[in-house]
């Protein structure tokens, strides 16, 4: 597969099947990742690869809360603007709505979106769980790092046939992913990457989102 194939095969991948991926893949995954660039190649990334018994321990922590307290959330840091507002509000219900019909969600059903945003919580069934991290005192540009540390990995994981999903409903409830690692303190939790072999059979992966044209966001200048 070359690049420009790995990339544009890449996309994020909601059900996944249980063959495994040896550990000696996610280890050659983790290094090709590694050669990303970073400013000044301080590698500000961290990866905490979880086994079997973290994530049975992590998973269960956060379905009971979400049994306990639905809507509950906090994270360490904000995806997302805190005003919503058009163009980026448009693409983001756009792609929900898109997810939901697919699987078989309308409007208004609370119950059914929960269940499958809880998918997330499951890592969407992968076999290789990942945990991103960067040390509290680092700045913006290493969580820049970070992102290109990510999509180095989702594309190599493309290269060897497997699919990905990065995750940042976990850093909504980074509290119980410290725990359940544990991380130290000065670590705050970026996201999480589910990786495997896609299951062809579920409907959310029959999701194929859209660019804008390249004259929305690109602007030629003499
Ligand atoms: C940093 C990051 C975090 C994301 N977090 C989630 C998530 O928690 N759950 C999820 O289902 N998708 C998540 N996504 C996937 C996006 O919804 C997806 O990338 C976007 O809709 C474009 O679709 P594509 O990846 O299939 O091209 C995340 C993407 C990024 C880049």
């Known amino acids: 597969m070359d690049a420009i194939e790995a990339i544009t095969s890449r996309r994020s991948i909601r059900g996944f099947l249980p063959t495994p991926v040896p550990m000696e893949t996610v280890r050659h995954l983790i290094e090709v990742a590694a050669r990303a660039p970073s400013g000044s190649n301080i590698q500000p990334w961290h990866v905490h690869v979880?086994?079997?018994?973290?994530?049975?321990?992590?998973?269960?922590?956060?379905?009971?809360?979400?049994?306990?307290?639905?809507?509950?959330?906090?994270?360490?840091?904000?995806?997302y603007p805190?005003?919503?507002?058009?163009?980026?509000?448009?693409?983001?219900?756009?792609?929900?709505?898109?997810?939901?019909?697919?699987?078989?969600?309308?409007?208004?059903?609370?119950?059914?979106?929960?269940?499958?945003?809880?998918?997330?919580?499951?890592?969407?069934?992968?076999?290789?769980?990942?945990?991103?991290?960067?040390?509290?005192?680092?700045?913006?540009?290493?969580?820049?790092?970070?992102?290109?540390?990510?999509?180095?990995?989702?594309?190599?994981?493309?290269?060897?046939?497997?699919?990905?999903?990065?995750?940042?409903?976990?850093?909504y409830h980074h509290d119980l992913v410290r725990q359940a690692i544990p991380l130290p303190d000065n670590e705050k939790v970026v996201c999480g990457v589910a990786i495997g072999h896609e299951d062809t059979d579920e409907p959310a992966n029959r999701l194929r989102t859209e660019r804008e044209p390249l004259e929305r966001y690109t602007t030629f200048h003499a």
């Open 50 to 79: 979880l086994g079997p018994e973290t994530r049975a321990r992590l998973s269960a922590a956060v379905h009971e809360r979400r049994a306990a307290q639905p809507g509950f959330e906090c994270s360490q840091y904000k995806y």
């Open 82 to 171: 805190v005003n919503w507002r058009e163009p980026y509000i448009g693409r983001r219900r756009k792609i929900g709505w898109d997810l939901y019909s697919l699987c078989g969600i309308q409007k208004g059903d609370t119950e059914k979106m929960a269940t499958q945003h809880g998918k997330n919580f499951d890592f969407f069934g992968a076999p290789v769980g990942l945990m991103l991290t960067v040390e509290a005192d680092m700045e913006l540009g290493s969580w820049i790092d970070c992102g290109i540390f990510v999509q180095t990995l989702m594309i190599a994981a493309r290269g060897l046939g497997l699919h990905s999903c990065p995750q940042a409903a976990w850093a």
